[in-house]
Nanobody, 124 residues
Framework: QVQLVESGGGLVQAGGSLRLSCAASTRTPGSYAMGWFRQAPGKEREFVATISWSGNNAYYADSVKGRFTISRDNAKNTVHLQMNSLKPEDTAVYYC?????????????????WGQGTQVTVSS
């Protein structure tokens, strides 16, 4: 079993920054890609960013490119999302996700595990 616990959400003014973190606990050996998704009120969950097991491959939604950076620390089983230049339209519940395998396939929202979500609110 895998548990994902997010932290770092909150309220920030437009133009500000937040750093989300996700700690993964698993006793199952193997490599896994990780990602961040978000869901705004009344909208479907959408892809934000994913990162490969090695950390060498990261992919971003067009809406966050140049503003968000995903990173991971395999020694600590953590993944982070640094969010800069935040906009009101970034307001959503952000979910950490884990998918077995070295690479997260492009355009796939399928995850093997999801965190409980953390609220990010950007005021104008």
């Amino acid at each position: 079993q895998v548990q994902l616990v997010e932290s770092g959400g909150g309220l920030v003014q437009a133009g500000g920054s937040l750093r989300l973190s996700c700690a993964a606990s698993t006793r199952t050996p193997g490599s896994y890609a990780m990602g961040w998704f978000r869901q705004a009120p009344g909208k479907e969950r959408e892809f934000v960013a994913t990162i490969s097991w090695s950390g060498n491959n990261a992919y971003y939604a067009d809406s966050v490119k140049g503003r968000f950076t995903i990173s991971r620390d395999n020694a600590k089983n953590t993944v982070h999302l640094q969010m800069n230049s935040l906009k009101p339209e970034d307001t959503a519940v952000y979910y950490c996700a884990l998918r077995w395998g070295s690479i997260w396939p492009a355009s796939s929202n399928r995850s093997d595990y999801w965190g409980q979500g953390t609220q990010v609110t950007v005021s104008s």
